[in-house]
């Protein structure tokens, strides 16, 4: 892609930006979700990526959502004009609809006002036939109570937590109150779809003014951990990565450093970076970045390009239901 020695935000385009593990602490945490798998720790990374473009996107498409921390952290620090989020699963979806919908105040009302004790809780998420609304919050309760901040059937509760706190232990209601009532400022921004990602970019994929931040809910040698907080967790990688080479405009691309990916990037002429990343045990390890041009990250020391030698993994392939 020609065009990269001009950068539109030369000022996110600096050595201290570079792609190394991240205290996912100093990232401002836009995001109301909470969840092992989550892209926070990616946020320097994308910010240095959209620096490194000679043209302002005039969209980010976001197909596997999930909490959208890329997307909202395009929002609201300007680098982007709207970003289309898509997110299949429909409790996820709730609370996306709920906000673009006008009912983030709401939200933000009710969290405050909620006496949590496990036993409010459980009857909360218990309830059926519940509005939209009234749907998200039950949403909020559950990626905040329950282990992990997993949704999908059979997650308990919160044992220990933080401090022995337990099911309050990821209860802040003032902060989560205050990301609802911010998520106003940007909400007449977000085109939010309950749609199958893959078609989504599919739809967009000629526009050469828009981007693709794509983080799908790959299997890698079983469920990624934090994963499970989708129940549509396995995808048909290969037609990801065909739709992906239609794109006419730029995309990121995140996945596990497995070797069955690495060949299909290959297959399809893409390039890939391996960068380091820190995991919820705090473990240092390695994120495979594929892309159409990936020169820009070149520069960062911590930075390499992948290669072969990786132990092989096994995936599922399943065209989301």
């Not at 990374?45 to 473009?53: E, Y």
């Not at 990602?197 to 000629?206: D, K, L, N, R």
């Not at 020169?295 to 092989?312: H, I, L, N, T």
Request: proline share 5%.
């Amino acid at each position: 892609m020609s065009g990269r020695q001009t950068y539109l935000f030369p000022d996110l385009y600096q050595e201290s930006d570079a792609p190394k593990p991240v205290n996912v602490a100093s990232i401002p945490q836009r995001s109301p979700f909470r969840y092992p798998g989550g892209k926070t720790w990616f946020v320097p990374t994308f910010r240095a990526w959209i620096g490194s473009l000679y043209f302002k996107p005039k969209a980010l498409i976001e197909p596997f959502a999930g909490g959208g921390i890329i997307s909202l952290t395009g929002l609201f620090e300007q680098l982007i004009d709207c970003a289309v989020m898509v997110e299949l699963d429909e409790e996820v979806a709730a609370v996306w609809l709920a906000v673009v919908k006008g009912h983030a105040e709401w939200l933000a009302k009710r969290i405050l006002e909620f006496n949590l004790t496990r036993e409010s809780v459980s009857h909360e998420i218990s309830k059926t036939d519940v509005s939209l609304r009234e749907k998200a919050f039950q949403t909020i309760l559950k990626n905040r109570t329950l282990h992990g901040g997993i949704l999908a059937d059979g997650s308990g509760f919160i044992k220990h937590g933080e401090s022995g706190k337990g099911i309050s232990s990821r209860w802040y209601p003032t902060t989560l109150a205050r990301r609802f009532t911010d998520l106003n400022l940007i909400a007449d921004r977000i085109d939010f779809r309950q749609e199958d990602g893959i078609e989504v970019i599919g739809q967009y994929s000629q526009q050469s003014d828009v981007v693709f931040f794509i983080d799908p809910p790959y299997t890698a040698g079983g469920k990624r951990a934090g994963r499970r907080l989708y129940r549509h967790s396995e995808i048909d990688h290969e037609r990801l990565f065909a739709i992906c080479e239609s794109i006419e405009g730029d995309f990121l691309m995140t996945y596990d450093n497995a070797e069955e990916v690495k060949a299909m990037a290959r297959s399809h002429g893409f390039q890939m970076r391996l960068i380091p990343m820190t995991n919820t045990h705090h473990a240092t390890m390695e994120e495979l970045v594929i892309g159409k041009e990936l020169s820009w990250m070149d520069k960062y020391p911590r930075v390499q390009e992948a290669k072969a030698g990786y132990k092989k993994r096994s995936f599922t392939k399943r065209s989301p239901s």
